[in-house]
């Protein structure tokens, strides 16, 4: 199989070309006709039906029902890991060629309906439509990237020669893999995960999230079309405790990659650490679990870049991405120059139902959230000083104006806690080297920023910003696969360097063969 190099997919033009958005309104139409349907769960290719439902709501118009699903069940979960076991022994010795070609073939088909799969992802998670089409660019990137990693782990591995003896390695898939992906990136993460695991050659079992469980759906169905055997990939909704923790602690389960909170990252991770019954191996735990990112604006910055930078990595999409910054750490020096330009800034967004373009910040994406991050808001006046927003939006949707406090202690608790809403703490550092030293305070280690036009100070935050993702005088959200490999350290997880030439590694095994030549 021959292909070109990996290139990112382009991305769509919402405020220059005319017909991008006329196939984004027209798109928006079509699905909005098929909201409230119905769904089946699915496994081994059979939908199924159970009494108990499971509902997604519209967070910008909460009483909007996107989808209804069957709710899985302890019992079916045992089912579908049993019957990707059986899939397990033809789809581990199919050619990776024929495993690439299905995750090809699923990029042509997301590619040819980008728009479709960006309309659902604003109607039921309230992403604007740059970030929805962001999030199909990058599902897609994940196709064409892991189908060309795979045909590059299957050509023969370099070894050191060994005399009289014929040397080789190969890579082989692990087994049943229980994927759990999150809300916030309900395309890209959910099809970037299954597909590593399905090219790589195990089987899954999909658990989507219930305030997402449609796109995922979307998602399965282009794989059916793509000519993914039954049975490769299970379709199977249900709550976490019971359905996701059932298939976490199935002895036959061999991985499983996750995308979520640390408290839920943990929680799996002790249950994948419990030996049961019938279960001979250790299970491979991939997890990315969230993150407290920081930007340090230094005195020798552009202002004007750092403000932008800030503004767009807290409140793109809400703040609710791992990745946002929820921290700006400004030196005192320009400190209160940044925030007088952070609160024009911030002022001029918009905030509303994403349906129309010219909104840049949608709801949250359901009551809990809104209450937790209203209770955040609330510890943050008393922890800080208000500058901007601090209350809910009206609507009938999950809305909350963005949110800036400033002269916030290192260790308070909005400093420390991911929030993951649209709520930024603004900390003073006496200098750059202290910057950094409050940059690397809390628990996690996922993402961050510097912005500064001094060469060594950039050279110092590379050698000392503990972090997985540092990103240098631009913003600390957007990752593109093949060029930002994803993942971070401490509380954020495992690391796993999601979009890298690393990622397939953890969806194998590497079996050594030799055989002595006389």
């Given amino acids: 199989m021959q292909l070109h190099e990996f290139r990112n997919e382009p991305l769509c033009d919402f405020n220059g070309n005319p017909e991008h958005i006329r196939r984004m309104r027209l798109a928006l139409e079509e699905v909005g006709k098929e909201l409230g349907r119905e769904y089946d769960l699915v496994i081994g290719g059979e939908p199924a039906k159970t009494e108990q439902k499971l509902r997604s709501f519209n967070p910008s118009h909460k009483d909007q029902v996107i989808g209804v699903f069957s709710k899985g069940t302890p019992e079916l979960a045992d089912q579908a890991i049993r019957v990707a076991e059986e899939a397990f022994k033809t789809w581990a010795t199919t050619p990776a060629e024929t495993r690439a070609a299905v995750l090809l073939d699923t990029a042509k088909i997301i590619r040819e309906r980008k728009y479709h799969f960006a309309a659902w992802m604003i109607y039921e998670v309230g992403k604007s439509w740059a970030e929805a089409d962001a999030d199909v660019a990058e599902a897609i990137d994940f196709c064409e990237f892991y189908a060309r990693e795979m045909l590059r782990l299957d050509k023969p591995q370099p070894l050191t020669p060994v005399a009289g003896e014929r040397n080789y390695l190969r890579y082989i898939p692990l087994g049943v893999g229980v994927v759990i992906p999150p809300w916030n990136f309900p395309l890209a993460i959910t099809v970037g995960m299954t597909t590593a695991s399905i090219v790589a050659g195990n089987t899954v079992v999909l658990k989507p999230s219930s305030d997402a469980p449609t796109i995922a759906y979307k998602f ?9 055997p039954p049975g490769v990939v299970n379709f199977l909704p249900g709550s976490g405790a019971e359905v996701g923790d059932a298939l976490v602690m199935h002895p036959r389960t061999r991985f499983i990659a996750f995308t979520g909170s640390k408290q839920v990252g943990l929680h799996i991770n002790e249950l994948a650490a419990s030996h049961v019954p019938g279960q001979i191996w250790v299970k491979r735990v991939v997890a990315e679990m969230g993150g407290k990112d920081s930007i340090v604006v230094d005195s020798e910055s552009d202002l004007d870049a750092a403000v932008e930078g800030v503004a767009v990595s807290a409140f793109g999409f809400q703040g609710q991405k791992c990745s946002a910054c929820s921290r700006a750490i400004v030196v005192e020096k320009v400190y209160d120059a940044f925030l007088e330009k952070l609160k024009q800034r911030v002022e001029h967004i918009r905030v509303g139902p994403t349906v129309s373009n010219d909104v840049y910040m949608g709801p949250v994406i359901n009551a809990t959230a809104r209450k937790s991050i209203l209770e955040y808001v609330e510890r943050g006046k008393k922890e800080g000083r208000l500058v901007s927003g601090g209350g809910e939006v009206s609507g009938n949707g999950y809305f ?9 202690s290192p ?43 001094n060469r060594h100070k950039l050279e110092k935050a590379a050698e000392q910003f503990h972090v997985g993702n540092l990103y240098l005088n631009r913003k600390c959200t957007g990752a593109l696969v093949g060029g930002h490999p994803f993942g971070g350290f401490n509380m954020s997880g495992t690391d796993s360097k999601a979009g890298g ?11 050594t063969i030799a055989e002595r030549v006389t």
Avoid: C, H, W
Avoid at 501 to 511: E, G, I, P, S
């Fill in 400 to 408: 909350i104006e963005p949110t800036v406090i400033a002269d916030v």
């Fill in 501 to 511: 030439r690393d990622y397939l590694l953890l969806f194998t095994q590497a079996k």
């Fill in 411 to 453: 260790t308070a608790k909005i400093a420390q806690e991911e929030i993951f809403g649209p709520v930024l703490a603004v900390i003073k550092a006496k200098n750059f080297d202290e910057a950094l030293e409050i940059a690397n305070n809390t628990e996690y280690g996922l993402t961050g920023a510097v912005y500064t036009k």
């Fill in 220 to 228: 399965f169905e282009a794989l059916e079309q793509a000519s993914m």
